[in-house]
């Protein structure tokens, strides 16, 4: 099981493209106009699995982000944010992985704030059987926003063995929120799963609003 209690023991023999970071708006690199994603209509999620430190859930939708099409892989669950915004970590992100014709990866990221319970959220809680994998039908509807504002920037994955070279989108005007009984849940059962942030290291972070 990874330790995220000892996050300076992870193999990483890679550059300086790490993630997550701590994101902040350059006004060099603002847009005033949503971010360039589309996706289907609902994401239809069948196979829910126990990894051992987040609910990972499999299934089916496509993206187009920048104009290029990618297919669902999978979405799992951080506790709290792994990215922060002005140093500042929302309570839950959301990762929603991707990977086109060629190989690319593109992961767009939800960060996910205190609310209402989300319905679709406490169904993947009320099917979650610990240590097995479990068929669901679940179709996530509203989880990510037609119109969204958010940060882009090159990284890896944020868990070993930390790719680089993966396209990120961190969507913060996500229309879901989540209660704090869930987020509790998550956490009395995979315990805190956030990857510290990593260096930037020059790269450049466009951010996307359209007020």
């Known amino acids: 099981m990874l330790n995220y209690n000892n996050q300076g023991n992870w193999p990483n023999g890679f550059g300086k493209m790490q993630s997550p970071i701590d994101l902040s708006i350059d ?7 949503f971010l360039p994603i589309s996706v289907d209509e609902f994401y239809q999620l069948n196979n829910e699995i126990d990894d051992g430190t987040t609910i990972r859930l499999t299934g089916m939708g496509n993206a187009t982000v920048f104009n290029r099409e990618f297919n ?12 922060t915004v002005n140093g500042e970590a929302a309570p839950f992100e959301i990762h929603l992985v991707h990977q086109n014709a060629i190989g690319q990866t593109v992961v767009v990221a939800l960060l996910v704030q ?3 319970a989300d319905a679709s959220l406490q169904e993947i809680i009320n099917n979650f059987v610990p240590n097995e994998e479990t068929d669901v039908s679940i179709n996530l509807t509203e989880w990510i926003p037609n119109l969204a504002n958010g940060f882009h920037y090159a990284g890896s994955l944020t868990t070993p063995p930390l790719t680089e070279n993966v396209e990120w989108i961190v969507i913060t005007n996500s229309p879901m929120t989540v209660s704090q009984n869930q987020v509790d ?9 956030n990857r510290q942030c990593q260096a930037i290291n020059n790269r450049k972070i466009e951010y996307y609003e359209n007020k």
């Open 27 to 33: 006004e060099q690199n603002q847009y005033k106009e």
């Open 72 to 83: 669902f892989k999978q979405i799992h669950f951080h506790t709290p944010a792994e990215h």
């Open 114 to 116: 205190i609310g209402n």
């Open 185 to 193: 849940w998550f956490v009395k059962q995979f315990g805190n799963n």
